[in-house]
C-alpha cells in the first residue's frame, strides 16, 4: 500500500530493505518514529512506525486515507513520502526534521516556554498549515506543540496530518475511536462535547492552547488529570495569558490567543482571518526567531534519549497507587473510555473520584512563584548560606531514587557511574551551559548525554517547574516491547546499552494514573500530567510543592562533604522530641503522623547504627518506610507552609490598617528548612547510606522545628484576630452610639415639623376668621 507523496518528483520505494533504520528520534501515543536512510537515494529522512494491532481502522480505511493525503503538499506541512506496512507496523515515511518537535524542545531547553518573537514565528507558519488543510476541506484535530516540528533551518511545519491520524480516525476521529487517545488539554469545548458538533475551528482553539502551551512551557490545565481537564474546558472561563506571569506579553499577542480561546467556536476566528491580526505581521522570519533556539543544542537523537531517561527516571519516582485508585484505574481500563461518547455525568462523579486537592490551577502557578519568592527574596541572605554549603563540591544525583522501583533505584544507587550515570563534570558542564549551580538541574541523566546536554535555559534562575501531560491512553499501550524495537531497528536487545534496557523496562511498567491512564511512558511528546505518586496525577500539594520551590526528588546541587547538617539543628528541638519517646509524635495542628518507631531496629540508636556494619537488607526497610514518611511529612510541611504564607496577608492588612505585624525572623522561615529537607533526601543516597540516620535525624528534627514555627505562628494569628475583633467590637459600638443619637436627632426634627406645621394651619384658621 505504499504511496508518494503529492508534489514530490521523488519516488520512494515500499522494500523496507531500503531503509536502514538509525536512532530513535521521537516517540508518541501511537508510534515512534526514527531517524533513517533511504538507501538508494543515500536521503536521511523519518519513519514513524505505528502499531497496527492498535488501529481501529481498517486497512482499506487507511489506504483511502493515504491517497486523499497524497494531495496534500504545502512548506509547512510535513507529508509522507509514502507507508507500508512492515510486520504488524505501518511505516510512515516522511522529510526528517533535524530539530525534533516544539515540545521537545521546550522539555529540553525552555521548561518555561519560548520568548515572544520565537513563538510569533512558529504560531505564523503553524497557522499558514492550518489555513491550507482548512481551505482543503481538512480539520487536523491535533494541534499542539509536539506535532509541530522544526528544522535545522528553523522552519516549521505542522506534522501528524494524515495516514498516522487517520490510522486512529478513519477521517472521523470522533467517533471511531473507543479509547482516549486525544490529549484533552488541547480540545476544543465543542469537540469535548457529544454531539455538539464541531468544524474547523476547532483547530484554532487548539493552535489557542498550543499558542498559551509555547509561551508557558505546559499547556493549561495540564497537571490535571484528563476527565478534569475535561470539564474544567466545558465549564471554566476559557484560559488566556492574563496572568501575573503574563504580564511582559505584547498586548497583539494576549489578543490574538483571546480570540482563538472563546468558547463558542462560531465566533472564533478562521485562520485566514487571523493570518491578518497585527500579532503576525510583526512576526519575524523564522529563519531568524526559530533557528537561534537550538544553536547549540546536541542532535536530536541524544536530546531524546537523555529525555527518556529522564522520564525513566520520572516514572521511577511514582510511588504505588491505593488499592482504592488501582482498582479505579483498572476498572477503567477494562472498559474503556470514548472520548466521544461519554456521559458527563459519570464522567463527573469519576472525577470527583481523583483525588485532587486544588481546584484553581492558575493560581496555583502564582502561588508557585509567591513561595519562591518568600525564599529567594525574604531570606536572601539564609538561602545563600545554604546554597554555599550545598554547592561546593556539587553532585548531581539521580532522578528516580523511589523507594519503589528497585530497578532504578539499584542502578542509581549502587551502580552509580554505570547504568544512570549521574555525576557531571561540574564546571564543563556549567562553563557549557551558562547556568548557575542551583539552575534547574532537570534534565541531569546521564553522563555521556548530559556531558553533551544543554541545560533548560529558564526564565527565572531556579525554577524547576516541570509537568509532563500525556495523551491519554490505556494502561497498556506500550506495544513497541523491546524484542520488537529490537527488530525494527535491526538491534538485538543484547546489544543494547543497558540504559536502553532500563528505558525499555520502564517503558513496559504498568501506569497507574487514574480513571483515564497514562501512556505507559511517559510520553515525550505531549505535556501536562505528572507521572503521579498515588496513583493520581497529582498530589494535591505534593505538586504545588514540586512545581516551583522545591524539587523534592532529587535534581540538586549538593555536597557530599563537609556537611555537618546536623550542627545547623535547633537541637533543643530535638532533644526536646526526642524525650517524649518516638521522635515524631501526632500534632494536633497539622494532623496525624506517626513515625514508626516499632520499626527501628531495637535497641540500637541512630548513633549506634550509623556507626556498626548494618547490613542493607536489614536498613532498606526501614529507609523505605522512613522516606514514604517523609514524604507524607513534606505534604503535611507544605501544608504548614501555605498556612505561614497566608499570615503575609494579616501582615499586609496590618501595615494598612491598625494591626502591628507578625514578627517573623529570617530563621524562622520555613520556606528555607524546607528547602533543606527536599535537597536532603536525594543527599541520603547521595552519602552512600553511611550517614543516612545522621541526616533522617536532622530532617526530623527540622520537621519539628517547622511544626514549632507554624504553631507559634498560628497563636501569633490567632492573638491578631482577636485584637481586630474586639476593634470591630468597639467601632461597631461607637456606630450604634452614633446611629442612635442620629434617631433621636431626627425624631426631634419631626416634631419640630409638626409643630411648625400646626402653627401653620392655625395661623390660616384665624384669617379666615376675622375675613368671615
Ligand atoms: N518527521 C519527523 N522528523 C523528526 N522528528 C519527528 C518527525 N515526526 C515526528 N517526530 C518526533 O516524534 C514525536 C512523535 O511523533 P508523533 O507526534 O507523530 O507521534 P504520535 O504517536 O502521533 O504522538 P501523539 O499521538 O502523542 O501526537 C514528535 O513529537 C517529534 O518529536
Known sequence: MGRTGGGNPRTYSVKPSDYKLLEEVGYGASATVYRAIYLPFNEVVAIKCLDLDRCNSNLDDVRREAQTMSLIDHPNVVRAYCS??????????????AEGSCLHLMKIAYPDGFEEAAIGSILKETLKALDYLHRQGHIHRDVKAGNILLDTNGFVKLADFGVSAC??????????????VGTPCWMAPEVLQPGSGYNSKADIWSFGITALELAHGHAPFSKYPPMKVLLMTIQNAPPGLDYDRDKSCDQSFKEMVAM???????KRPTAEKLLKHSFFKNAKPPELSVKKLFAELPPLWNRVKALQLKDAAQLALKRMPSAEQEALSQSEYQRGVSAWNFDLEDLKAQASLVRDDDDDLQEMHEEDEKLRSIFLEKDAPHSQSIQGKLNSNCEILCEGQSSGDKLLQGECLNNKGKILECDVQESGFQEKTGLKKNGSLTEATTSTIEKEMVMPRTRTPVKVRQTYSGPLMPGAVLTHSASERGRLSERSENDKPLTEKVISEVRRTPSFSGPLMLPNRASANSLSAPIKSSGGFRDSLDDKSKANLVQIKGRFSVTSENLDLVKDIPLSTVQRRSSQGSPLRKSASVGDWIFDSKQLPVNQSPKELNNSIIPASLLMPHLQNLFQQTSIQQDLIMNLLSSLQSTEVVDAAAQNGKLPPLPRSPENNGSVIFWYHGSLIPLCYALGWIDAWKVLIYILALIVYVIQQAETAASERERLLL??????????????DELTAEKLKYIQLQQQLIAVSSQDENGDRGEGVSEN
Open 84 to 97: 507500508f506496512v512492515v510486520e504488524r507496523n505501518l511505516w510512515v515515511v516522511m522529510p526528517f526534521m
Open 167 to 180: 490510522m486512529f480516525d478513519t477521517g472521523d476521529r470522533q467517533r471511531s475511536r473507543n479509547t482516549f
Open 260 to 266: 482563538c480561546l472563546v468558547k463558542d467556536q462560531t
Open 723 to 736: 485584637m481586630r475583633i474586639s476593634e470591630l467590637q468597639t467601632r461597631m459600638n461607637s456606630l450604634t
